[in-house]
Structure formats: C-alpha cells, structure tokens
C-alpha cells in the first residue's frame, strides 16, 4: 500500500509536469501573444520588441518556463498584464463560486441519481426504469446551455419563481438564484449517476455472496441496502475521481448561460480578450484540482475495498 | 458499423484457424457469435429506434436538400422571420435563411464533424492504446501519463485555446475535437491489450515468428474491436455536443457555414419573442441524434459484453 501510494505520488508529479509544459507552449502558441492583446492590433514592431523585453517575453520559451514554474512553486500563479493585477486577485473569488456550484450541482445529483439507479436496477425494465432511462439519455444528449436557457425561460421569465442571478451582488445574499444553475448541473450529473449506479447494482446482484446472503436468508432490504449498495458504491468514488475534469468542463457553459462569474466564465472572457497569463492560470489550478482529486479517490478506493491490492 | 466488424471477425478465422485446434468447428463459431451479438443487439426496442433515427437523420441531411430544395448562401433578406407554412415549411430565421433547408445543412457539418472526429480520435486512441499495452514497461508508464495529463485537463478549456489559435473550419474543428477526446479509447483499447496479450493465439504469433505489428494489429486489434466501436459510437454523441457547446460560446464554425448548435444558440436569442421554430427543432435534433447514438452504444455494449462472456 505505501509502496503504490508511492509510486501512485510520482506519476502525478510526471502527469503535472506534462500538463504544464502542455498548457504552457499551447497558450505561447496564440498568434501574436499577450503583447498584441494588451497594445492593440495597431502597434508598431518597436513598441512590440520594448514591451516584450520589459516583461521577458523575447527570453526563449524554456527560459520563460522556467521562471514561471519557479514562481508557480511559490503559489505565484502569475501577473495579468491586461488587468494589472496577480491573476489570483480574479481568479480566487471566481474558483471558490465555481466550487460552491460545482459541489452543490454535483452532490444534486448524486443524491438523485444512486437511490434512482438502485431503484431502476432492483426493478429493472419496469415502467419507472424505462422512464428513468430515457430522461437520462436525455441529460446525456441535451447541450448543457440549452437546458439552462430552457430553465430560465421558463421559471425565471415566464414564472417569476427564481430571480435571475445578479453580478454586482454578494453570492450568498441570492440563494434562490443559485437553483437554477444548480438544478441545471445536477440534471446532467443525475443522468451520469443513474445510469452508472444502475449498471453496477446489476453487477453486484448477481455475484455470489448475493446468493450467499439470500440463502442465508436476509430479507431483501437487507440484500440490497446491507450488501449490494455498498459495494455498489465503492466504483462511484473512482468515477467520481475519474470525471472531475468533466465537472469543470461542464460548468463552462451553465457559468455563461446563467452569467455567474466562476472560473469557466472568466476562462471564456480570457480567451475573448487573449488574457494568456489568466487562461494559463485557470487551466493549470483546474488540473492541479483535478489530479489531486483524482490521487484522493484512488487512495479512497484502496482503502474502501479490501479485494484491492496494489504491490 | 456493422461492415468493419464483420471483416474483423473473418479475419480472426483465417488467421486463427491454422493454429487452433478442430479448426473446422471454430470457422464456424465467429458467424454464431456475431449472429449472437446482433440478437442481443436487436433485443432492446431503444438501440433499433437509436439505428433507425441515425439513418434517417442521415437521409434528412443528405438526400433531404435535393427534395426540399432551399436557397443556403444568398437570401432575400425580406423572408426574416416568415412564419412557418406556406413555402417555408419550418419559417426562417433572422437573416431569411429557410430554417428547416438550414437544418438539413446544418446537420451535415454537425454529422461530419461528429462522425469524423469519433473516427479519427478512436483509430488513433485504438493504435496508441494497443501499442502501450503491448509494449510495456517504461514505454507503456509513460505513454498513459501522457494519455493522463489530457485527461486531467478540462476538455473545454483546452478546445477553447485550441480554437483562439487556429481559426476554426470543419477540418480544423475534427481535428481539435479528436485531439481532446482520443485518451478515453487509448486507456480502453489499453486495458483490453493487456488482457488480450496473454492469450494463447496471440503467444502463438509470437512462436510462429511472427512480429509485434503483426500481432498488434491481426490478432489483438480485431478483438479489441468491439470496445473500439462502442467507444466511438459515444464519442460522435460527445463530439456533436462539443461542437453545439463550442457554437454557443461563440468559437463555433464561422459563417456562413453553420452547425446545429450554432443554430440553436442563435435562436435562443429570440427565445421570448415566440420564435419557436428557431429553437425546438434545432435543439429537438441535437437531443434526438445524441440520444440515439447513445442508445446504439449502449446496445453495442451489452452485445460486446454477451460476445465476450461466452469467448
């Protein structure tokens, strides 16, 4: 076990690296850069080369790499040029609105979802499993922006249920705005949970110690909620894990439909505008999320199922 | 898709054959097995709903055009906004484009885009995936940390950069939406490498004399096969959204080609001003041809799995 959490550390260091490296000559990649972006496409070739030696731009790439690793490794995420300003000064407060929506939107849908996929899996091919399945597919196939806008339309501008979510505003001083994002992202994530809680009940309610604890003649409750969920259970923690970059890939578009100032509506304004050092930022803090949750749920996974045995 | 399987599978047979003893009995057993695979197939009411809709919708975007026959590139700007009847069928849009001509437009860039990407990401995700379970050891570590820091960034940021650098047209956008998505069937083809690999017939290469590739892609790819099609048969669902999500925020394709995404997008501009026409059936097709991809997958799936089992 100390062993594989060894190893396990590594290959996140590895991945990290990868990931940087990538994100790093992807965004340099950007024609014309950061210098077009913050001077406008009339500069002139002299005010572009001086304004690129005061920041260290025409250093070559490897160099500029490192010393902005250096800086990483000090929590410096980087110095938005266009805003004058650390990135972590917008980007921080826009991390934390994402996260309240993320985990919120996301725990939605888990609350639905395992008890639906328990359900539709203990009675399969009913009425209800056939309904359940197809609203899923549903949350599968709908764009996310649609389902928004669709919400919207219809409980924020037809029915005056939920107000609309306010910028200029504090986010907790307008919980009930927060419902339709929120309900937005717990549809999508439900039609996930469900499916995938559906499918691994089934798994488990033809194993052996099922019939084991039948034989032995536990009563159905107890077959299912004493022994089948629970080891039902143990893959959604490593899909949990597995599927964090989807969860913050899918609050890009509910952050821009409902116009709530999180990370993927400042990556988008970021990338509208060129802002490198901001999109650089996000990207980076969002896998470091990412890979850190990730190493959590194979460590929880290990220790939650005893059947596992890394060498 | 059942065309390639088919081949596959005739392949296995000759090339097993020789080394397989009672031969005569085993160039029997593939036809059985695929047979059996297409009754588990045909066994859900969904996946044959899914199939028939795909080859409809084909039809719609194909053939459709050269039926209702519309004006897509230059447009009497008066028609903005027509109701739907008359001579347009489904009324127009802003700029007096025939929405339902549109659409049939429209879904042959979502449909390309869709179909090409999950093509192009699967084959090279397969190759990659096979090639690192074969190999092995340093080679095959590296290589999925490779395939883990793709992962672990969230996919609509890296398309987002990926588009601010090149601009986007239909070629560009399979290209960057392969790009993100090629991992998922990498790790799957990777894990079924490394199961398939120690089976005999692929040993028997090995004493045979025959080579790596010979192995890789004659013996171990062909039964990989049915992973690597279900797998893609989600990913042209995923890489429809992908292109709606990205025509939303507005890094769609440029105009005057159009996606059903970009459609969708712009009509939810007029969302209340009852303009339906430019809303439902765009967003109706986008839903409707991901779910069916997604029932067809899950179909694939469950026949993969029943060809399995009784390997």
């Not at chain 1, 008890?115 to 597919?137: E, M, W």
């Not at chain 1, 029915?159 to 339709?180: C, D, E, G, I, M």
């Not at chain 1, 990338?271 to 999109?279: G, H, K, N, R, Y």
């Not at chain 2, 956008?173 to 990498?186: S, V």
């Amino acid at each position: 076990m100390t062993g594989y959490l060894i190893r396990r550390f590594l290959q996140t260091i590895v991945v990290t690296i990868l990931v940087t490296v990538g994100t790093f000559s992807l965004l340099h990649a950007i024609p014309g850069g950061e210098i077009r972006a913050i001077l406008g496409v009339r500069a002139t070739p002299a005010m572009i080369a001086s304004t690129a030696k005061q920041w260290g731009f025409d250093q070559p790439l490897y160099v500029q790499y490192s010393k902005w690793l250096w800086q990483l490794l000090h929590g410096n995420f980087g110095y938005d040029i266009s805003v004058h300003a650390p990135v972590t000064t917008l980007m921080v407060p826009a991390a934390v609105r994402t996260i309240v929506l993320a985990v919120t939107g996301t725990l939605l849908g888990l609350v639905v979802g395992i008890p639906l996929g328990i359900y539709q899996a203990v009675h399969r091919y009913t009425a209800v499993d056939n309904v359940a399945t197809g609203i899923s597919f549903i949350g599968y196939g709908a764009p996310t922006f649609f389902v928004g806008l669709l919400l919207i339309n219809w409980f924020s501008v037809e029915v005056h249920l939920f107000p609309l979510y306010n910028n200029a505003n504090p986010l907790l001083s307008q919980p009930t705005a927060l419902v339709l994002p929120v309900i937005t992202y717990g549809f999508v994530a439900f039609a996930l949970w469900s499916r995938f809680m559906r499918s691994s009940v089934m798994d488990n309610i033809i194993q052996d110690y099922v019939r084991t604890a039948r034989s032995k003649g536990a009563s159905e409750r107890r077959v299912i909620w004493g022994h089948v969920f629970r080891n039902s259970l143990i893959p959604v923690v490593t899909l949990l894990g597995l599927s964090l970059p989807a969860i913050l890939s899918g609050a890009v578009a509910i952050e821009v439909v409902f116009n709530y100032p999180g990370m993927g509506l400042l990556f988008v304004q970021s990338a509208l505008s060129t802002d490198i050092q901001m999109m650089l930022a996000i990207t980076v803090l969002t896998t470091l999320l990412t890979i850190v949750g990730n190493l959590l749920a194979d460590v929880a996974y290990a220790v939650l199922d005893p059947r596992v045995r890394y060498t | 898709m059942a065309i390639p399987h088919t081949e596959m599978s005739g392949a296995v047979v000759t090339e097993a054959a020789p080394t397989a003893p009672g031969g005569g009995q085993i160039s029997a057993k593939p036809r059985s097995l695929l047979r059996r695979g297409w009754e588990v197939f045909a066994e859900s009411k969904l996946a044959l709903a899914g199939s028939g809709f795909v080859i409809f919708i084909v039809l719609f975007c194909w053939v459709g055009p050269h039926i209702y026959v519309t004006q897509q590139v230059s447009t009497p700007i008066e028609n903005a906004y027509c109701t739907p009847g008359g001579a347009h069928l489904l009324g127009c849009d802003n700029l007096g484009y025939d929405t339902l001509g549109r659409l049939m437009v429209a879904g042959q860039n979502s449909l390309t885009v869709g179909l090409l990407a999950a093509a192009v990401a699967c084959t090279f995700g397969a190759i990659y995936g096979a090639a690192s379970g074969f190999i092995g050891g340093l080679v095959d570590s590296l290589m999925m940390r490779i395939v883990d820091a793709v992962l672990s960034i969230p996919y609509t940021l890296v398309i987002i950069v990926l588009v601010v650098i090149v601009h986007p047209s239909t070629l560009t956008m399979i290209g960057f939406i392969a790009l993100i998505y090629w991992p998922q069937p990498a790790r799957l083809v990777r894990g079924e490498t490394l199961s398939l690999r120690t089976r005999e017939y692929v040993q028997a290469v090995k004493v045979a004399g025959g080579g790596r590739s010979r192995a890789m892609f004659r013996h171990i790819m062909p039964n990989a096969i049915g992973v690597i099609i279900v797998q893609a048969t989600f990913a042209v669902a995923d890489s429809i959204l992908i292109l709606s999500l990205l025509g939303f925020l507005g890094f769609g394709l440029p105009p005057p080609t159009t996606d059903w995404g970009s459609m969708l997008s712009q009509g939810l501009n007029f969302i209340n001003l009852g303009y339906w026409w430019l809303i439902y059936p765009a967003g109706l097709l986008i839903i409707m041809t991901c779910v069916s991809f997604n029932f067809i997958g899950d179909a694939l799936r469950d026949a993969v799995e029943s060809r399995l089992h009784r390997r």
